[in-house]
């Protein structure tokens, strides 16, 4: 053993090599240094648990380089989201438009007006600009910006039922993942939920029946990932609104996802649109950012002038507020809609969303051959219809026709597809099937980079 740890390179030694030497030029001496150690710590530990030496002792300065290598990618990679989810949470929701692009790298190099007003010269409202453009979209009075929806609906209920009842339906106690549960947040919020109805059926009366003293607001809360079917019944935000008025108890709305344009125009299932429940009477509606808005990760919400002012003055919007790279991605989204004509083109999601099947299957019998190339051998391939979703809470049950191409393994082992998908996994960009029915799908539907796609399949 004694021989064996007498070949280790010393750290001093290996600094003097000019190919550490090199490294040292790139990724400098203390990262260098480290790594070195690193090695010659885990090379001790080979020698004295299997008595032989590392198999990087044949070339210390290449082991160290794929190492510092290793560590300068960064954890957020690129990878083609070819799961069929467009809106997919763990690959981060919504792709950005170019301009919102443009304008959160403009915002990144330069000081910026966030917080100041260039005709007067005092202290601005960081909201204030976008909040124009809000109303403007949606009709509302006014408009407060936080980090996403989760935290919008925490800081309705904290600014504006602290100690206080909340009325909500039994059928819309929803959880929407991540731990974000309807009835787990009202306690956070500090608020007493006083639920009305039953699962399937709530009325009006029951509203009425549960408003009491102790009543701050009504809440109406989008059962956006789940569909209560047959014998239902639900009250319309109109009707709740009006009651509302009557009672003198405001009411908001957590929309979830919430479309600032008709999806059905484009073939889409109809989400509810903020401004249709802002016209319906309902005092604040929140919606997220990187759902179907297709911009960046944010809480929005819209509604009354003096409900937004008792937001804002709350100290949780400080904690909750965005940052400047939010504010521009989000203004460069909403810009988008004030024409909406191109907004198919010129939005990633949307873009997304509306690609035709024929479109899909023309690009799956441009790709077919590449994927035979490299996979050929062990799977047959074919292209499949498929159905892809929306994602992100939108309705599950509403799938979009899409086109795939199938990966089926010749010895038809379970294991060579778990295989495939982690080779898949490991390309220099990753790519993320989705394993079904005993083959690996590839839903086309999000592959934009066709050229990068290719060259990446052919190593
Ligand atoms: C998605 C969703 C949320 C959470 O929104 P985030 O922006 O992910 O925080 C809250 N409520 C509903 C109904 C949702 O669909």
């Not at 070949?7 to 290996?14: A, C, G, M, R």
């Not at 998908?421 to 993320?432: E, G, S």
């Not at 989705?434 to 796609?453: N, S, Y």
Request: glycine share 6%; charged share 20%.
């Amino acid at each position: 053993m004694n021989t064996l740890f007498s070949q280790l390179p010393s750290i001093d030694s290996l600094l003097r090599d000019s190919a550490v030497q090199a490294l040292t030029g790139q990724y400098g001496h203390q990262q260098v240094v480290t790594t070195l150690r690193k090695l010659q710590q885990e090379a001790r530990e080979q020698i004295l648990q299997q008595q032989q030496l590392p198999e990087w002792q044949v070339d210390w300065p290449q082991a160290a380089e794929q190492r510092l290598q290793a560590q300068q990618q960064s954890a957020l990679r690129p990878v083609f989201n070819l799961t069929g989810t467009v809106l997919h949470t763990n690959l981060g929701r919504a792709l950005l438009s170019e301009s919102a692009v443009e304008a959160v790298a403009c915002v990144m190099r330069s000081p910026v007006t966030l917080e100041y007003a260039l005709d007067e010269a005092e202290r601005g409202h960081r909201d204030r600009t976008l909040a124009d453009l809000l109303c403007q979209l949606t009709g509302a009075e006014d408009a407060c910006i936080v980090n996403n929806n989760a935290a919008a609906v925490l800081l309705m209920l904290a600014a504006l039922a602290p100690g206080q009842e909340v009325v909500v339906s039994r059928g819309e106690l929803v959880e929407i993942g991540g731990a974000f549960r309807i009835p787990d947040v009202m306690k956070q919020a500090g608020c007493q939920l006083a639920e009305v109805g039953t699962t399937n059926r709530t009325h009006l009366k029951d509203y009425r029946q549960a408003v009491g003293e102790n009543t701050a607001l009504l809440m109406k809360v989008h059962t956006s990932n789940y569909q209560i079917e047959g014998f239902t019944s639900a009250v319309e935000e109109s009707d709740l609104a009006a009651l509302g008025r009557e009672l003198n108890v405001p009411v908001i709305t957590d929309l979830g996802s919430g479309s600032l344009i008709d999806l059905s125009q484009y073939g889409l299932p109809a989400e509810p649109m903020p401004q249709q429940l802002i016209a319906a009477g309902v005092s604040l509606v929140s919606f997220s950012g990187d759902k179907l808005l297709g911009g960046p990760q944010a809480g929005i919400i819209v509604g009354k002038k003096t409900l937004i002012a008792r937001l804002q003055q709350h100290p949780l919007k400080r904690a909750l507020r965005v940052d400047k790279m939010v504010l521009a991605a989000l203004e460069a989204t909403l810009k988008l809609y004030l024409q909406p004509e191109k907004l198919a083109e010129q939005l990633p999601t949307l873009r997304l969303l509306t690609r035709s099947q024929a479109d899909i299957r023309a690009q799956a019998e441009r790709l077919l051959p590449a994927l035979e190339k490299a996979f050929g051998e062990q799977f047959s391939l074919e292209i499949a219809a498929c159905s892809s979703q929306i994602g992100s809470g939108s309705l599950p049950v509403d799938l979009l026709p899409g086109m795939a191409v199938t990966l089926t393994p010749r010895d038809g082992r379970g294991s060579a597809l778990q295989q495939l998908a982690a080779t898949l996994r490991q390309l220099a960009v990753p790519v993320i099937g989705r394993i079904q029915a005993g083959k690996l799908w590839l839903d086309l539907r999000c592959l934009q980079e066709e050229a990068l796609f290719l060259k990446t399949i052919a190593r």
